[in-house]
């Protein structure tokens, strides 16, 4: 939080300060709203026309003990005057409903933070249930920050005395009185919140007046009360020209499958069975019906994606979403659909594992399996998501690879992309070129099921298609889908899968070079660590040090022109969030090249401080080698 000018207040107004970005995490109980009032805190920012990045934090149980520190629910954002691209390394400012959440951030708040505090849920019990043995509030534990300390519970219950909510109802209130006074703190306009839950409530009046008048009441407290030295103000960000909108990766992702089947003038089916994280991709879709998208909330995860295949068996593009316990379970039907050669869109939105892990944490963990996992030879397209706002271009993508090379496409995605949000220009759909599909429909004298385009990919006909009737399924094939156990038929059949997807590399471009093109590191990343690896490189060069970047959107086949663009760095950092998986990969495609790993799997994204930190290191050892 940098203080970059002040205005001066006139008598009996409180200074108002001029801040270039900010950043500020709620943390509460799962009960308290924190999800929604960090929802409600972005989208305000976002119409105020900020730049913007979130990362939200959710129990990893379902039903935590209400009061624990497991049960503890985080959202934290940044918001600018400036271009930014991730949610902050360590917050200025933490909102604690209770002693849990006040334990567990403490220790991400920067030296010198603001901490506002529940004093109203400092009881002993309260304390009890977090594991406190005595009250941080006065055991010195918050000396070397500012503490501002308001019994929110009480000043609920006193905004709405004439409410004929009960008083449990009332306390549920609280995170919107919390709302208004950081609104009041950072100069935001209450308008947006108080329509926004004039539609939430529409059918329950009561609850609309109560969480108005907590918001009135907190935003208003923080003028009458005088509980800060002043207002602050983040201006607006200079972003490019554009018309933009607020949008988390979940719904991007949904917004570009439809794109996606609307370029190749196919019908979308979205199959799936619910899922943290990935349902919100089902969810968003449902609401797609009059765009043509047919959803359906499959029994398991394999009925979902042989829902899927039978969809695009009949002539529709199947799609199903998933994370990685459900990855595991679509195994053999994904080595049906690259048997059979149907296009099909597979989601995976990536969290930590192995098994039920963390369900609400973050990692890039089912790289490997995504390109490897699968018995047999069953080869398969695979690319990553960078963040929210790239989702719609990268569904998109998935939906072009899968039809024109009739395969199966995994998709990556992970936490930090499907539950975070940042602003979207809206893109010009009359530029959007389409490739849609021609299905075949004459069959000729030497028609083959399984003959070959200029992309090795195979005829695709509807079934039912007079005199085109043909056979599919898991068992080889000849070109003419007559079931084959000639042992050089499998072995041409498997060639040509293999050829296939490593053909996919001939349409997409090779990454561009962020810094000098030549010198001793080049960074290499994927998926969401993006943002924090352009930043961390960013400081690196601010700090007089040569340092360059490379992110890969496409993981599988890796792009051409990567093996030249190596041999000009005398080493290559590999951060990801998991145990190595990208630089496997690259050591045993690209061998010629010393790669340095650097890996993180705490259910957390990296740092920026700590991926600059490794930059430094790594660019010290090289100096020495």
């Not at 951030?105 to 849920?121: E, R, S």
């Not at 994280?277 to 609401?287: F, H, I, Y």
């Not at 039920?356 to 973050?362: A, I, L, S």
């Not at 496997?584 to 991926?611: C, D, I, M």
Request: hydrophobic content about 40%; proline content about 7%; charged content about 20%.
């Amino acid at each position: 939080m940098t203080t970059t000018s002040a205005q001066d207040p006139q008598p009996g107004e409180l200074p108002l300060q001029q801040l270039d970005r900010v950043v500020i995490r709620f943390a509460g109980d799962s009960g308290d709203g924190m999800q929604v009032t960090g929802n409600q805190f972005t989208r305000t920012s976002a119409l105020f026309g900020n730049d913007l990045a979130t990362l939200p934090d959710f129990p990893a149980e379902i039903r935590a003990p209400a009061g624990t520190r497991p049960g503890v629910s985080g959202f934290q954002l940044q918001f600018s005057s400036e271009d930014i691209h991730t949610p902050g390394d360590a917050p200025d400012v933490l909102v604690a409903m209770n002693p849990a959440a006040l334990m567990v951030n403490i220790g991400t708040l920067k030296p010198g933070g603001v901490i506002v505090v529940n004093t109203g849920a400092f009881r002993e019990t309260d304390l009890k249930k977090a594991k406190c043995d005595t009250n941080p509030l006065e055991d010195g534990t918050l000396e070397g920050y500012r503490v501002i300390e308001v019994d929110i519970n009480a000043r609920v219950n006193e905004a709405l005395a004439e409410s004929p909510l009960s008083n449990k109802d009332r306390q549920r209130c609280k995170n919107f009185y919390t709302l208004g006074l950081m609104y009041w703190v950072y100069s935001r306009p209450l308008e947006p919140t108080l329509a926004w839950l004039e539609e939430k409530f529409a059918k329950k009046p009561e609850l609309v007046e109560a969480n108005q008048l907590a918001l009135k009441a907190g935003y208003n407290a923080g003028d009458i009360r005088e509980l800060f030295q002043g207002q602050y103000e983040v201006p607006k960000a200079k972003l490019a020209p554009g018309t933009y909108r607020n949008i988390m990766g979940n719904e991007a992702l949904a917004i570009g499958l439809v794109a996606g089947a609307r370029l190749a003038n196919l019908k979308p089916v979205f199959c799936s069975y619910p899922i943290t994280p990935a349902s919100g991709v089902l969810e968003a879709l449902a609401a797609y019906k009059n765009h043509g998208i047919v959803t359906i909330q499959s029994e398991d995860e394999i009925a979902a994606i042989c829902s899927a295949i039978g969809a695009s068996f009949s002539g529709a593009l199947g799609m199903t979403g998933t994370s990685g316990p459900g990855m595991a379970l679509k195994g053999e039907a994904m080595g049906l659909a690259i048997s059979t050669e149907l296009p099909l869109v597979i989601v995976d939105v990536q969290r930590a594992g192995p098994s039920t892990g963390m369900p609400t944490k973050v990692e890039q963990s089912d790289l490997l399996s995504s390109i490897y996992g699968r018995n047999g030879d069953a080869p398969m397209p695979v690319i990553a998501i960078s963040k929210p706002s790239d989702a719609f271009d990268m569904a998109i993508e998935a939906c072009r690879i899968a039809v024109q090379y009739m395969t199966p496409v995994i998709l990556l995605s992970d936490n930090f992309i499907a539950n975070g949000a940042e602003p979207w220009p809206l893109p010009d759909l009359d530029a959007m070129e389409p490739f849609e599909v021609e299905f075949t429909t004459e069959k000729s004298d030497d028609f083959l099921s399984f003959g070959r385009n200029e992309n090795l990919a195979r005829p695709w006909v509807k079934p039912g298609t007079p005199g085109m009737e043909f056979r599919i399924g898991g068992l080889e094939k000849a070109p003419t889908s007559n079931i084959s156990y000639d042992p050089d038929n499998h072995q041409a059949m498997t060639d040509l899968r293999h050829a296939k997807v490593r053909k996919v590399a001939d349409s997409i471009p090779t990454p561009e070079v962020e810094g000098p093109e030549s010198g001793e590191l080049l960074v290499v990343g994927w998926g969401s660590t993006v943002g924090i690896l352009k930043q961390a490189c960013d400081r690196v060069r601010a700090g007089g040090k040569d340092v360059s970047r490379l992110h890969l959107t496409h993981v599988w086949p890796l792009p051409h022109g990567l093996d030249e663009i190596f041999s000009k760095f005398d080493r290559i950092l590999v951060p990801e969030m998991n145990v190595e998986q990208m630089t496997v990969l690259l050591r045993g495609e690209l061998p010629e090249h010393t790669y340095v790993s650097y890996n993180k799997v705490t259910g957390q994204p990296f740092l920026v401080a700590e991926v600059a930190e490794r930059i430094e290191a790594t660019l010290a050892e090289t100096k020495k080698a």
